[in-house]
Each structure stands twice: as C-alpha cells, then as structure tokens.
C-alpha cells in the first residue's frame, strides 16, 4: 500500500527533513515506487509537484529535498498502485475546490465497489479508488452544506463518511483546505509535534540527524502525521483505528 506524509505548523516550515526519509521508501528501501506528489499551501493557494517516477529516483523529488519550500501546510504521498496504472492522472495528492477553498486529499488503502460511489459533479478524472473516495466525499459534504460549517460539525461529518468509506476496505487519508489537516485511521497513521525545547531527530530510513534547536524559534509548533514514524529517536502517537484527528497551527485540536 501508499504511505502518507503531512505537516501542520503555526509559521511557514519546509519540510525538507521528513521528505527525504519518506523519499527512500519510494522504490529504494520500500515497494511504493508507483510515483509521488507533494501539495504546499501558500495562503489560498497551493502548489502541487507530482511524478511517475518512483520518489528515490525522481528529478523532481530531489528539487524538492534540496529546495527548502516554506508552508504551514503540507500533504505528501508515495503511492504503491493497486488500483489504477502508473500515470500521471492517477498519483496523489488531488485537489478539488469547494466553497471557495481548495481541498487537498491523499489515501491509503484498497477499497472495493469505488466504481459506484456517487461523485456527483465531482468527476474523478483518473482510475483510482482514491480519487472516487474524494469525490465521493466532497460529493457528500456539497450536498450537507451549503456553506462551510464550524469545524466540529464538519469534522465529526468528515469520519461520519470516512468510517462508510472504510466499510469498502483499507482507507487511511489525509484531508486539507490550507489551515487545517485532518487524518482518518482505519490501520496505520501516526504523528508528532515538535516544539519547545527543540532537540535532535535521526531519520529511521536514512543516516541524517538534525538539530532543530538550530532552525527553530522558541514558538514554533510543528506536527507531523505519517504512516510510518519517520524517525529512530523520538516518540511517535499512532492513531488509533476508526479514530479521526484534526490539526491547526500545529496543535491538535480534535481526537
């Protein structure tokens, strides 16, 4: 299956550390070599870089690593195909707008009967039952709201249709409009935040070490979510199955 990368941060971080352990299990120490894509929020923006490639061997990935893009958001993805060919259209993240916001999602997992889900308008534009379960949802929330409601009623309406979801099969998923970041669990997620006192991380996947006492300010507050722990020497919360989490500004707000 796919593995999945996010981060919340109350200031514009990179993400350059997380995404170099999570790039070597893109074909070189992991199977998911399938292709990768990378979502950065920048105010109601975002920008999106995507390959076929496998992360590990990728140009683009490289860029990505080497080129320290600042967000307080960011969904990642290294996808090992089940559903759907090795293309393009069909490598995550995928972005749609709705009420105004654009909406970024990433999932792992296997699902079954996706061919019928009811997407409405909201037309999958590759092959994978992951891109039927966004449109699915977003499909669900249009139709629920006219408007975007408060953020406890539409995340307690978000796992309402995450755990129907997850009756189709194996369905883990990152979800954001650009200020918040919602993970739902059905086998492997996990996450940390960092903040002060800063200390040493070491990637578990590669041999970099990082002091982030050296790049950090005492208020900073950034979360990672991943499927993985991604590091050896820190303490990593998994979330639990069924259980859905909520992030803004790098502080959980909702579990």
């Given at each position: 299956?796919?593995?999945?990368?996010?981060?919340?941060?109350?200031?514009?971080?990179?993400?350059?550390?997380?995404?170099?352990?999570l790039v070597k299990r893109g074909g070189e120490r992991g199977p998911h070599r399938d292709g990768w894509g990378i979502t950065f929020y920048e105010g109601k923006g975002c920008r999106t870089f995507k390959d076929?490639?496998?992360?590990?061997?990728?140009?683009?990935?490289?860029?990505?690593?080497?080129?320290?893009?600042?967000?307080?958001?960011?969904?990642?993805?290294?996808?090992?195909?089940?559903?759907?060919?090795?293309?393009?259209?069909?490598?995550?993240?995928?972005?749609?707008?709705?009420?105004?916001?654009?909406?970024?999602?990433?999932?792992?997992?296997?699902?079954?009967?996706?061919a019928q889900l009811d997407t409405g308008f909201f037309y999958p534009v590759g092959q994978t039952d992951s891109e039927y379960a966004f449109c699915f949802l977003l499909n669900q929330l249009y139709h629920r709201?006219?408007?975007?409601?408060?953020?406890?009623?539409?995340?307690?309406?978000?796992?309402?249709?995450?755990?129907?979801?997850?009756?189709?099969?194996?369905?883990?998923?990152?979800?954001?409009?650009?200020?918040?970041?919602?993970?739902?669990?059905?086998?492997?997620?996990?996450?940390?935040?960092?903040?002060?006192?800063?200390?040493?991380?070491?990637?578990?996947?590669?041999?970099?070490?990082?002091?982030?006492?050296?790049?950090?300010?005492?208020?900073?507050?950034?979360?990672?979510?991943?499927?993985?722990?991604?590091?050896?020497?820190?303490?990593?919360?998994?979330?639990?199955?069924?259980?859905?989490?909520?992030?803004?500004?790098?502080?959980?707000?909702?579990?």
């Amino acid at each position: 299956m796919c593995e999945l990368l996010g981060m919340s941060a109350n200031v514009p971080t990179d993400i350059c550390f997380s995404f170099t352990g999570l790039v070597k299990r893109g074909g070189e120490r992991g199977p998911h070599r399938d292709g990768w894509g990378i979502t950065f929020y920048e105010g109601k923006g975002c920008r999106t870089f995507k390959d076929a490639l496998p992360s590990s061997y990728s140009p683009i990935a490289k860029m990505i690593q080497d080129y320290p893009i600042k967000s307080q958001v960011i969904i990642a993805h290294i996808r090992q195909a089940n559903r759907g060919g090795i293309s393009l259209e069909n490598t995550h993240p995928f972005t749609r707008e709705l009420w105004g916001r654009y909406w970024t999602f990433a999932h792992n997992g296997q699902l079954t009967d996706y061919a019928q889900l009811d997407t409405g308008f909201f037309y999958p534009v590759g092959q994978t039952d992951s891109e039927y379960a966004f449109c699915f949802l977003l499909n669900q929330l249009y139709h629920r709201y006219h408007t975007m409601p408060a953020w406890r009623e539409l995340s307690a309406e978000i796992k309402k249709q995450a755990a129907q979801l997850a009756e189709k099969g194996v369905f883990n998923m990152l979800l954001s409009d650009g200020e918040y970041i919602i993970a739902y669990c059905a086998t492997h997620l996990h996450w940390i935040t960092r903040k002060a006192p800063f200390g040493q991380a070491k990637l578990l996947d590669e041999d970099i070490d990082i002091d982030f006492y050296q790049h950090t300010t005492p208020s900073d507050i950034v979360t990672i979510i991943a499927t993985q722990p991604l590091t050896v020497n820190e303490q990593w919360y998994k979330i639990e199955p069924g259980q859905l989490v909520v992030f803004r500004y790098g502080e959980l707000i909702c579990d």
